[in-house]
C-alpha cells in the first residue's frame, strides 16, 4: 500500500511542502513596484521548456511537495502554458505518491477571460488576482499602459468558471493607500477574499522605495474605523495573516514581510523559468536545477540536487532598503521569482 512522501526538512526542521514555480519572466503589463519600464526579458534559451518545467515540478512532488502555485511575470502570456496547466493538474489527488494536493495561480488577470474555464477543468479550484486599484485611471499609471477593463472581465471569467478568487494587492504609500476600502467593499460584493501586501525591496524600478513603503500595521489601524476585523485561524500555506470583516463576511489577509518577519512557518521555495532554485525570497543564495537537467542528470541525481539545495535553506530574509544608495535590498527583479 501506497504512502505520502516524507517531507523534505530544512535545517530548521521546516518541512518544505509547498513550490512556486514562475513559467515565465515576461509579462504584458509593467506594474511600478515589480519592473522596470524598459525590462529586457531572457533569451528563449535560458528558459526551461514546459516539459523540462514539468519534471522538476514532479521531482519535488516525489520528495513531498503538496502544492504547486504557477506564477510568472505573468504566467498566461507563456505560449501553451496550458498544457503544464493540465499535466500538473492531472496529478491532483492521484494515488499518495505522486499526487498534489492544490495546484493554482497568481496572475494579473489579463489573460483569464480566455483561459479561466481551462483552468478549472484542468482541476485548479482557486486563484490569486493581483489587482492594486479599482480606479482606471490609477490602474493604467500603476501597470505604466495597462487597462483594467481585461482585468475585471477575466475576474469575472474566473467567478463564473467555479474558481474562488483571492485579490491581491500592493499597499504603497501615497499612491493607493485611499483605495483599500473601495476594494473591501467590491470584494464583499463580489464574494472574494483580499490580501494587502506590504511592498518589497526587490529589484532596480525607477522608483524610490522609501517613498512607497507603507506599514500594514498602520493599515490595518485605519481601516478599523470603518470595518469590524475578527482575529481567525484561517491560513492558505502562504504566510499571510487572515481577519474576517464582519460587515461582508469575508476575509482580509495581511503579508507583512517588513514589518513582521514570517519565516519561522516558512514551507516554500521558489523555481523560477531559467530554473534556478531560491531557498528564500529574500536571500541570493540559490541552485541551478537547469545545469543538472540539462547534463542528462537521472532522477536520482535531480533529486540529490534538490535535497541539497533545501539543506541550505537560510533561517529568515533580510529585507532591509540601503537609505544611504536606495538599493534594492535583493537585486532580481520580482517578476522572476514571482512574489
Given at each position: 500500500?501506497s504512502?505520502?512522501?516524507?517531507?523534505m526538512?530544512?535545517?530548521?526542521?521546516?518541512?518544505?511542502t509547498?513550490?512556486?514555480v514562475?513559467?515565465?519572466?515576461r509579462?504584458d503589463?509593467?506594474?511600478?513596484?515589480?519592473?522596470?519600464?524598459?525590462?529586457?526579458?531572457?533569451?528563449k534559451?535560458?528558459v526551461?521548456?514546459?516539459?523540462?518545467?514539468?519534471?522538476?515540478?514532479?521531482?519535488?512532488?516525489g520528495?513531498g511537495?503538496?502544492?504547486?502555485?504557477l506564477?510568472?511575470?505573468?504566467?498566461?502570456?507563456?505560449?501553451d502554458?496550458?498544457?503544464l496547466?493540465?499535466?500538473l493538474?492531472?496529478?491532483?489527488?492521484?494515488?499518495?505518491e505522486?499526487?498534489?494536493?492544490e495546484l493554482?495561480?497568481t496572475?494579473?488577470?489579463?489573460?483569464?477571460?480566455?483561459?479561466?474555464?481551462g483552468l478549472?477543468a484542468a482541476?485548479?479550484?482557486r486563484?490569486?488576482v493581483?489587482?492594486?486599484?479599482?480606479?482606471?485611471?490609477?490602474?493604467?499609471?500603476?501597470?505604466?499602459w495597462?487597462?483594467?477593463?481585461?482585468?475585471?472581465e477575466?475576474?469575472?471569467?474566473?467567478?463564473?468558471?467555479?474558481?474562488?478568487?483571492?485579490?491581491?494587492?500592493?499597499?504603497?504609500k501615497?499612491?493607493?493607500e485611499?483605495?483599500f476600502?473601495a476594494?473591501?467593499?467590491?470584494?464583499?460584493e463580489?464574494?472574494?477574499?483580499?490580501?494587502?501586501i506590504?511592498?518589497m525591496?526587490?529589484?532596480?524600478?525607477?522608483?524610490?522605495?522609501?517613498d512607497?513603503y507603507?506599514?500594514?500595521?498602520?493599515v490595518?489601524?485605519?481601516?478599523?474605523?470603518?470595518?469590524?476585523?475578527?482575529?481567525?485561524?484561517?491560513r492558505?500555506g502562504g504566510?499571510?495573516?487572515?481577519?474576517?470583516?464582519?460587515?461582508?463576511?469575508?476575509?482580509?489577509?495581511?503579508?507583512?514581510p517588513?514589518?513582521?518577519n514570517?519565516c519561522?512557518s516558512c514551507?516554500?521555495?521558489?523555481l523560477?523559468?531559467?530554473?534556478t532554485?531560491?531557498?528564500?525570497?529574500?536571500?541570493?543564495?540559490?541552485?541551478?536545477?537547469r545545469?543538472?537537467?540539462?547534463?542528462?542528470?537521472?532522477?536520482?541525481?535531480l533529486?540529490a540536487?534538490i535535497?541539497?539545495?533545501?539543506?541550505?535553506?537560510?533561517?529568515g530574509?533580510?529585507?532591509?532598503?540601503?537609505?544611504?544608495?536606495?538599493?534594492?535590498?535583493v537585486?532580481?527583479?520580482m517578476?522572476?521569482?514571482?512574489?
Amino acid at each position: 500500500m501506497s504512502s505520502l512522501p516524507s517531507p523534505m526538512l530544512d535545517p530548521f526542521g521546516r518541512a518544505i511542502t509547498y513550490l512556486r514555480v514562475s513559467v515565465t519572466d515576461r509579462c504584458d503589463l509593467r506594474c511600478v513596484y515589480c519592473m522596470a519600464e524598459d525590462m529586457h526579458f531572457l533569451p528563449k534559451k535560458d528558459v526551461l521548456t514546459l516539459e523540462e518545467l514539468e519534471r522538476l515540478s514532479v521531482a519535488f512532488i516525489g520528495l513531498g511537495t503538496r502544492k504547486i502555485r504557477l506564477t510568472g511575470g505573468e504566467p498566461l502570456v507563456r505560449r501553451d502554458v496550458m498544457r503544464l496547466v493540465q499535466r500538473l493538474g492531472a496529478r491532483i489527488g492521484v494515488g499518495a505518491e505522486q499526487g498534489l494536493d492544490e495546484l493554482t495561480l497568481t496572475t494579473n488577470g489579463s489573460q483569464l477571460a480566455r483561459c479561466a474555464a481551462g483552468l478549472a477543468a484542468a482541476g485548479m479550484r482557486r486563484i490569486n488576482v493581483s489587482l492594486d486599484t479599482l480606479d482606471p485611471a490609477k490602474f493604467t499609471l500603476l501597470t505604466r499602459w495597462g487597462k483594467i477593463g481585461p482585468t475585471l472581465e477575466g475576474i469575472a471569467a474566473a467567478k463564473a468558471a467555479g474558481l474562488a478568487v483571492k485579490i491581491n494587492t500592493v499597499a504603497m504609500k501615497g499612491v493607493n493607500e485611499d483605495d483599500f476600502d473601495a476594494l473591501i467593499a467590491w470584494c464583499g460584493e463580489q464574494g472574494f477574499d483580499l490580501c494587502l501586501i506590504e511592498t518589497m525591496p526587490m529589484g532596480e524600478i525607477g522608483e524610490d522605495r522609501t517613498d512607497q513603503y507603507l506599514p500594514l500595521s498602520v493599515v490595518r489601524s485605519r481601516l478599523r474605523r470603518r470595518w469590524t476585523l475578527d482575529e481567525t485561524d484561517y491560513r492558505t500555506g502562504g504566510p499571510a495573516r487572515y481577519f474576517g470583516v464582519r460587515e461582508t463576511g469575508r476575509r482580509i489577509g495581511f503579508i507583512t514581510p517588513m514589518t513582521h518577519n514570517f519565516c519561522e512557518s516558512c514551507n516554500r521555495v521558489r523555481l523560477t523559468c531559467t530554473g534556478t532554485l531560491f531557498m528564500c525570497l529574500g536571500q541570493d543564495d540559490q541552485a541551478d536545477l537547469r545545469a543538472v537537467l540539462r547534463s542528462g542528470a537521472d532522477d536520482a541525481a535531480l533529486t540529490a540536487a534538490i535535497r541539497e539545495a533545501i539543506s541550505r535553506k537560510p533561517k529568515g530574509h533580510d529585507f532591509i532598503i540601503d537609505r544611504r544608495h536606495d538599493q534594492p535590498a535583493v537585486a532580481r527583479h520580482m517578476s522572476m521569482t514571482g512574489g
